[in-house]
C-alpha cells in the first residue's frame, strides 16, 4: 500500500513552467527524505533535489539552481517541484521517490539513498 504518484508534466515551450506534484498513499511523506530526479532517452538517471524529512535542508544538481525549487505541503502529504525557466535539455520523465537516510536532518540526491518510487511523469520542453 504504500504509493507514490507524480502529476504535473506536460509539453511546454523554452523558457516556460510547470509544477510537478508527488503525492504519497499509505505513508505520510513527513518522515522521508523525498528526491526528484529524471531519466532523458538515452541518459543515465540524474538528481535533480531533494528535500529533507524536516524540511529544513534542500539539494539541488547544478543544472537546476536557480531555476527550480521544491516543497512540502504536510496538510496534503505531498511535495511539489516548482520548474522554471525550462530549457529544452530537462526534458525527460521525472520521477519522486522516498527513503529515509541516516543523517534526518539532510538528504543527498542519490537513488540508492531512497526505497520507494513513483511511476514517473513525462515533461517535455520544445518549441
Known amino acids: 500500500q504504500l504509493q507514490l504518484v507524480e502529476s504535473g508534466g506536460g509539453l511546454v515551450q523554452p523558457g516556460g513552467s510547470l509544477r510537478l506534484s508527488c503525492a504519497a498513499s499509505?505513508?505520510?511523506?513527513?518522515?522521508?527524505?523525498i528526491g526528484w530526479f529524471r531519466q532523458a532517452p538515452g541518459k543515465e538517471r540524474e538528481g535533480v533535489s531533494c528535500?529533507?524529512?524536516?524540511?529544513?535542508?534542500?539539494n539541488y544538481s547544478d543544472s537546476v539552481k536557480g531555476r527550480f525549487t521544491i516543497s512540502r505541503d504536510s496538510a496534503k502529504n505531498t511535495v511539489y517541484l516548482q520548474m522554471n525557466s525550462l530549457k529544452p535539455e530537462d526534458t525527460a520523465v521525472y520521477y519522486c521517490?522516498?527513503?529515509?537516510?541516516?543523517?534526518?536532518?539532510?538528504?543527498?540526491?542519490?537513488?540508492?539513498?531512497?526505497?520507494?518510487w513513483g511511476q514517473g511523469t513525462q515533461v517535455t520542453v520544445s518549441s
Open positions: 521517490a522516498a527513503g529515509k537516510p541516516i543523517i534526518q536532518t539532510m538528504c543527498i540526491i542519490l537513488g540508492y539513498d531512497y526505497d520507494y
Open positions: 499509505g505513508f505520510t511523506l513527513d518522515y522521508y527524505a
Open positions: 528535500i529533507s524529512s524536516s524540511g529544513g535542508s534542500t
